[in-house]
Structure formats: C-alpha cells, structure tokens
C-alpha cells in the first residue's frame, strides 16, 4: 500500500502530462499500480491551521502589546529584558516571533554592503533628539548625539551634548580616541558644517581648519561622504535608530548628565555586548581584535585655541556661543581678547591674562567668577547675579559718628529759618 505522499507525486506527475509508463519509470512503481491509484483520483490533503500551543511568553503578550502601541520602534531585545524583569524564563527567538508578527515592517531595497579592514575607518555623525529631563518637567530640550562607530568591528562610542558645534565636536573626538585607546585611519564625515565649509571650484572638499588641525594632531584623514549619498555612511545612520528604538524610548532622565551615565552603561552591557547582526560577532570582542590595528596616540594632549575679540558690556561681561562670562571690575578696555579651548574659555587684557571661565553647556547662561565684583552691580545691569548680592553685604561701610539729639534739632531750626528767609 502506497503512503499519501507516494499517491499525491503520482497524480502531479500525471497532471504535468506524463503516462503510465513513464510515471512508473520515473516513481519505480508497477504500471498496475499506478493506474489503480490514478483511477481512484484521491485528492491531494488540505491542512488547516494547528490549534496554538501555549508558551511562557502568554502572560506577557500583553504588556509587549502596550508597550509597542506606545512606542512602536521598540526592540525585541529591549523588550526582552523588560520582561525577563517580570519574571520570564523562555528564550530570545519566542519574543522576537511574537513581536514580528504584530509590527507592520517596511520593506527595502537591496543595499550593496561595503565592509572595511581593521582599523581603517571610522564614521561620525550627530543625531537630533527631544527630552524632557525631570529636572526641568515643564521644558522640552533640544539635545544631540555624537556617535562615533568602527567600521570594522561596529563598536560604538556615544556622547549626549547641548549643542552641535566645534568645541563639543573637538571634546568627542579626544574623549572617542581615549575610549578606543586609538585612531582610524581614517573618518567618514556627513556634510555638516562643523567640518565641511564647502567645495572648490575644482570639486575639493574645503574642510574646516580646526579639524584639519585636530586629524593632523591625532593622525587621521577626514573624508567627507558624497553629497545626496548619505547611506555611504549607513554603519552610522543605523545605530542611531537602534539608540533611539532601545535606549532613548520609554526612559526618563534626570539632566544631561544622568542621560550620558545611563548611556554609557547601556553601551557595555548591551550595545557593544550584543551579536552584531551583520557580522555574527560580539561587538567587544570585535574591537579587541580590531584595537591593535588602530594608530597610537599622540604623547602630547591636543590644546585647541579658538581666538575672537569680544566687547566688554557695562556689567563687565563677555559673550561667547550665547553665554555670557564676567571679567574683573579692574577690566577698563572695551574690546579683549578671548581664547576658547576645549573646555576653557580665557580673556586677555593688553595680552594679560584677567579670566578664566570653564566652557558652559548649551545657551543663555552666565557665570561671575569669585573676586571679579567688588560692588554691587548697578541699577542698569542686564544679569542678576546671587554671588554679588553677597559680596556687597560683605563690603564694610564707614561708621557713622553718634551726636546729641540737640544737634539735629538746631539744623532743623537752621533750614526752617532759611526757608522763612525765602519766602
């Protein structure tokens, strides 16, 4: 007696038009018996959904569900470690399943993947993100994150700062290289203006010269991605999402700092500790194979000076980036020199050093320093500053001679006979 499969191979092979003969030259089956099964026309069996099995994942399908309405993009490892939280014992592959089949996925295009040998290249880019930090709950901020990843081994370095500009892009960079105890060859840059200005009328890229001074310090070639091709620089655009999707989403942060401490923590339990999904390795032990071919450090710290005039305003105070810093009440010219490091700002006098400030984050701050007000400031003054207040109730005042009461009464009679006298 012939098995079910048997039966359906012999009446396929008779729709697709073969005979007898050959349907049993090509099953090995006895023309007899194939024509005895044929004339039976037994239809091939209809299978219907099995009946779903119960897992360990049913009691929190749902609370997946939640989460996803209200954050759509959240990973499935993210997820599975929330509910491994809670009490679940299964695997990664039954969450990833679950959480498959209730996403919409978008569909893509064939990418053509450019891989790249150890220690040759790196990618940087900023990304642009919202928070509201528990500090200031009733204020949305405006926060953007450097990230730096290895071509190679896709080791990532992440830093959250208040603002895109060259000072925080110079502080990424040393803090990147000190990370990575080295330097790529060389590092892949998205046309922002921090470090591209432009192009020349020949096609070459014009850089901005503080980069070029700080890749000649450290050994690197800055190269800038085509412009409109902004997934040549793809092994950087994607983490961002996976920060966003895994980090970012679903977490509250007390202040900048808070936010850079969880992210660090995040990066070396989870984002440099997971199986990279393209190169099937432990991103950590990646980069400790990728480490050696990575240039050597400079023996000397990089001391990037940014040199500008600044005016002095009337409450002794100079702007830079949208801060405001104090000089010292001894500071009589108008116009100073200002040097900005990577994280001091410094004003000259007639080339004499009066102040030294450190670089404060973000906009629309001030800082006085100590000893720079003698007085208090005057009606007019733009910045109300604590520290002032308390350093004129310090300032001694002269005492005030103790005289008889007489006295006073004979100038009150003096000033009403003058007033008589007028009148």
Same mark, same amino acid.
């Given at each position: 007696?012939?098995?079910?499969?048997?039966?359906v191979?012999i009446?396929?092979?008779?729709?697709?038009?073969?005979?007898?003969?050959?349907?049993?030259?090509?099953?090995?089956l006895?023309?007899?018996?194939?024509?005895?099964?044929?004339?039976?026309?037994?239809?091939?069996?209809?299978?219907?959904?099995?009946?779903?099995?119960?897992?360990?994942l049913?009691?929190?399908?749902?609370?997946?569900?939640?989460?996803?309405k209200?954050?759509?993009?959240l990973?499935?490892?993210?997820?599975?470690?929330?509910?491994?939280?809670?009490?679940?014992t299964?695997?990664?592959?039954?969450?990833?399943s679950?959480?498959?089949?209730?996403?919409i996925?978008?569909?893509?295009?064939?990418?053509?993947?450019?891989?790249?040998?150890?220690?040759?290249?790196?990618?940087?880019d900023?990304?642009r993100?919202?928070?509201?930090f528990?500090s200031?709950?009733?204020r949305?901020?405006?926060?953007?994150?450097?990230?730096?990843? !290895? @071509?190679?081994s896709?080791? $990532?370095?992440?830093?959250? %700062? =208040? /603002?895109?500009?060259?000072?925080?892009?110079?502080?990424?960079?040393?803090?990147?290289?000190?990370?990575?105890?080295?330097?790529?060859e060389?590092?892949?840059?998205?046309?922002?203006?921090?470090?591209?200005?432009?192009?020349?009328?020949?096609?070459?890229?014009?850089?901005?010269?503080?980069?070029?001074?700080?890749?000649?310090?450290?050994g690197?070639?800055p190269k800038?991605?085509?412009?409109y091709?902004?997934?040549?620089?793809?092994?950087?655009?994607?983490?961002?999402?996976?920060i966003?999707?895994?980090?970012?989403?679903?977490?509250?942060?007390?202040?900048?700092?808070d936010?850079?401490?969880?992210?660090?923590?995040?990066?070396?339990?989870?984002?440099?500790?997971?199986?990279?999904?393209?190169?099937?390795r432990?991103?950590?032990?990646?980069?400790?194979?990728?480490?050696?071919? !990575? @240039?050597?450090?400079?023996? $000397?710290?990089?001391?990037? %000076? =940014? /040199?500008?005039e600044?005016?002095?305003?009337?409450d002794g105070?100079?702007?830079?980036?949208?801060?405001?810093?104090?000089?010292p009440d001894?500071?009589?010219?108008?116009?100073?020199?200002?040097?900005?490091?990577c994280?001091?700002?410094?004003?000259?006098?007639?080339g004499?050093?009066?102040?030294v400030?450190?670089?404060?984050?973000g906009?629309?701050?001030?800082?006085?320093?100590?000893?720079?007000?003698?007085?208090?400031?005057?009606?007019?003054a733009?910045?109300?500053?604590?520290?002032?207040?308390?350093?004129?109730?310090?300032?001694?005042c002269?005492?005030?001679?103790?005289?008889?009461?007489?006295?006073?009464?004979q100038?009150?009679?003096?000033?009403?006979?003058?007033?008589?006298?007028q009148?």
């Open positions: 007696m012939l098995k079910l499969g048997e039966i191979v009446q396929q092979l008779k729709k697709e038009g073969l005979s007898i003969s050959a349907i049993a030259e090509r099953t090995g006895d023309r007899k018996t194939v024509r005895k099964y044929l004339a039976r026309d037994l239809d091939a069996p209809a299978y219907g959904p099995r009946a779903p099995r119960p897992t360990c049913d009691e929190y399908k749902d609370y997946i569900a939640h989460r996803l209200k954050y759509p993009r990973r499935s490892t993210r997820l599975l470690r929330e509910i491994r939280d809670l009490g679940y299964g695997g990664y592959t039954t969450v990833k679950y959480v498959h089949g209730i996403r996925l978008e569909s893509s295009g064939w990418e053509h993947r450019f891989e790249t040998p150890p220690g040759r290249q790196a990618q940087v900023f990304a993100f919202v928070v509201r528990r200031t709950p009733d949305e901020q405006i926060v953007w994150l450097f990230s730096m990843v !290895l @071509g190679h896709r080791y $990532l370095f992440c830093r959250f %700062v =208040l /603002r895109q500009d060259l000072p925080a892009v110079i502080r990424c960079h040393i803090e990147a290289f000190e990370v990575l105890g080295g330097v790529p060389e590092i892949l840059y998205d046309r922002m203006k921090t470090a591209v200005i432009g192009e020349g009328d020949d096609g070459h890229i014009i850089y901005n010269r503080q980069l070029l001074d700080l890749a000649s310090h450290y690197f070639m800038a991605c085509a412009a091709r902004a997934k040549t620089k793809g092994k950087v655009e994607r983490p961002f999402s996976y966003r999707d895994d980090f970012f989403l679903g977490e509250d942060f007390e202040d900048l700092a936010m850079n401490a969880k992210l660090d923590g995040w990066l070396q339990t989870v984002a440099n500790a997971r199986c990279h999904g393209t190169t099937r432990i991103v950590r032990e990646a980069f400790l194979d990728e480490r050696p071919s !990575l @240039g050597a450090m400079p023996s $000397l710290p990089y001391q990037a %000076v =940014l /040199r500008a600044r005016r002095v305003t009337r105070m100079v702007s830079i980036d949208g801060n405001q810093y104090s000089v001894s500071t009589h010219r108008r116009l100073v020199e200002v040097q900005v490091t994280d001091q700002v410094q004003v000259l006098d007639h004499q050093l009066v102040a400030h450190p670089v404060l984050p906009r629309g701050q001030s800082r006085v320093a100590t000893g720079h007000r003698r007085y208090p400031p005057p009606g007019n733009k910045i109300e500053r604590e520290s002032d207040r308390e350093q004129a109730l310090s300032v001694p002269a005492p005030v001679a103790r005289r008889d009461l007489l006295v006073y009464d100038i009150a009679q003096g000033l009403a006979g003058d007033i008589g006298g009148s």
